[in-house]
């Protein structure tokens, strides 16, 4: 094992302008905020992003104009509506998209992580899905049956947030968690793969459950400690979405005079992290804490 | 306070019950359809009217059906199978979602993905910003150029749940927007086109009904959505005055099957008496 603890800024300089960016969470959990706030910062443009259910991260990064593409199954801001920035870019033709469904999206992802080209998969007959020109039939050369092949995903970067860590890039689940996501997978077939987590805790605690690691050091290239690195999603049992701030995210979304002066005041402005958590109130964010 | 003010008071709560009604209506349509050791997918589902009619109606059906003839009924909630529905919380957050006590939620989604490809569901329940007359589902852009009009969520699941799923239905209001010809883009497969019928290398039937706030639809042996009942109240015109294609209308169309006294009382006290999953 190498140490492999960095900053927050040294961790996200790792995505770099024009990469394909696998980005983790989903819904309204362990979006990786925290660190791309600072990819918007660094003034990264270009990105192609891969996403499951994707919210905040999304529409951050293109509210920022740091994304051309987007591939993935949802973009949205669940029971808050629509992800503003991502809607308007896409319906203005600034991001291009291409749609994936659940299986398909599995797919891409488990084909990367077992290191095989593509998947084969039961076709989705007559869906839009389907109709994605990098996708190519196949016949099984054992049954007959007719399937899809789908290619592996091959993200430059993969961009996670997880609840613990240690300073080698393990990366430990709580027992109880939301575990509606892919998180795991995209890990397993990531190339250049960047976490952060609520908190860096010392390698024996680590080790004491090592089947709580669903990330292993061997796979991480940088780690970082990002408390509340998340916000203003949740990180799933250690506290939860802050709903005042995402509905104000949402308002000023909708208002393309209103956004430029949101997304400065809240990530472009800052410093770093710990000027964006003095600008939410850390008693705020105390608030949002439901304890593990 | 005006006299004005009060009338609309009235009007409001009238209102409100009258949904509340419909929302009764709807969820015991949906309980008759399940049937015992049915294994029923359920959407995690948003907020407002697009929660309660991707949720709660199929929760609440869910149950009736568990109480009654389908004791051996499981759902499965977003990633959670057999969520503790003796108390479902008042607001609904991340941390509830979380902390929901229940069989199973395995650590990698893929896995509810499989049993879904695999044909273990045997119901699915969805919804749409557009439904066409062959049951085709839109969830993923409105405007059929180079570039949407309206950019919607994508696609999640859905296209896997016409497709693998052996009984769909679908929840919606009617409302001419949603009830269109067909849809700008097919998120999900129903029973194809006027052209070209559902391939029938498809490893399910298709959507199985269409459950809507003033009546309910099946499909004819052509796969053309077919006007099966009519909610109490509700009349043909009135119908049809909300749809953007006629459907198929047999001769004669009987009245929705309203809930049983019994099956009123279990909704309100036992099954949703905080009125949050029928609320809206």
């Known amino acids: ?292 | 306070m005006s006299g004005g003010g009060r009338v609309a008071a009235s009007d409001a709560r009238a209102g409100l019950e009258a949904r509340g009604r419909v929302n009764e209506v709807m969820a015991a349509v949906v309980s008759r359809e399940l049937h015992d050791d049915d294994l029923v997918f359920v959407g995690v589902g948003t907020s407002g009217r697009a929660f309660t009619l991707a949720v709660g109606i199929p929760m609440v059906a869910a149950r009736l059906a568990q109480e009654r003839h389908a004791p051996g009924l499981d759902i499965y909630w977003g990633n959670l199978l057999n969520p503790d529905l003796s108390a479902v919380p008042e607001h609904l957050s991340q941390d509830t979602i979380t902390r929901w006590p229940g069989a199973y939620a395995p650590t990698d989604i893929g896995s509810k993905v499989d049993m879904l490809v695999r044909g273990e569901f045997d119901v699915s329940f969805e919804s749409a910003a557009q439904v066409d007359r062959f049951g085709n589902c839109n969830i993923t852009r409105i405007g059929t150029g180079a570039l949407p009009d309206v950019r919607l969520v994508g696609s999640l699941a859905q296209p896997e749940h016409l497709a693998f799923v052996q009984r769909p239905i679908i929840v919606v209001d009617l409302s001419p927007r949603v009830f269109v010809e067909a849809v700008d883009f097919v998120s999900s497969a129903g029973h194809g086109t006027a052209e070209r019928p559902r391939d029938p290398a498809s490893r399910a039937p298709g959507p199985a009904l269409v459950v809507t706030d003033r009546c309910v639809f099946d499909f004819d042996d052509r796969g053309r959505m077919r006007l099966r009942s009519l909610h109490e109240g509700t009349t043909l015109e009135d119908v049809l005055s909300r749809m953007s294609f006629r459907p198929e209308v047999p001769a004669s169309v009987p009245t929705t099957p309203p809930p049983t006294d019994d099956e009123v009382r279990a909704i309100r006290h036992a099954i949703d008496p905080s009125g949050s999953l029928l609320r809206a």
């Open chain 1, 1 to 292: 094992m190498r140490r492999k603890l960095t900053s927050i800024a040294e961790a996200a300089a790792l995505v770099r302008s024009g990469d394909t960016v696998a980005v983790g969470g989903s819904l309204l959990r362990r979006q990786p905020m925290a660190l791309l706030r600072e990819v918007a910062r660094a003034g990264t443009t270009d990105l192609s992003l891969i996403t499951w259910a994707s919210s905040l991260a999304t529409d951050m990064l293109v509210g920022a104009g740091a994304v051309r593409h987007w591939e993935g199954i949802y973009v949205g801001l669940w029971w808050h509506g629509a992800a503003p920035s991502f809607r308007r870019a896409v319906e203005r033709g600034a991001v291009t998209v291409v749609d994936r469904s659940e299986s398909y999206m599995t797919a891409r992802l488990r084909a990367a992580a077992m290191g095989v080209p593509f998947l084969p998969v039961r076709p989705v007959l007559g869906a839009g899905v389907s109709e994605v020109g990098d996708l190519r039939g196949v016949v099984c050369p054992f049954t007959g049956d007719e399937l899809l092949a789908v290619p592996a995903a091959t993200p430059d970067v993969t961009v996670l947030h997880g609840y613990v860590g240690d300073e080698y890039g393990n990366v430990a689940w709580p027992a109880q968690r939301d575990s509606d996501d892919v998180d795991m997978l995209m890990a397993a077939g990531s190339r250049r793969l960047v976490v952060s987590v609520e908190r860096i805790v010392p390698h024996e605690e680590i080790a004491r459950t090592p089947n709580l690691t669903y990330i292993p050091h061997t796979k991480v290239d940088a780690i970082c400690e990002a408390p509340f690195g998340a916000h203003p999603g949740s990180c799933d049992t250690v506290y939860d979405e802050d709903e005042p701030e995402i509905a104000a995210w949402s308002r000023a979304g909708r208002d393309p005079d209103a956004w430029p002066g949101y997304l400065e005041r809240t990530a472009l402005d800052l410093a770093d992290h710990d000027a964006y958590l003095d600008a939410v109130g850390r008693d705020r964010l105390e608030r949002l804490a439901v304890g593990a």
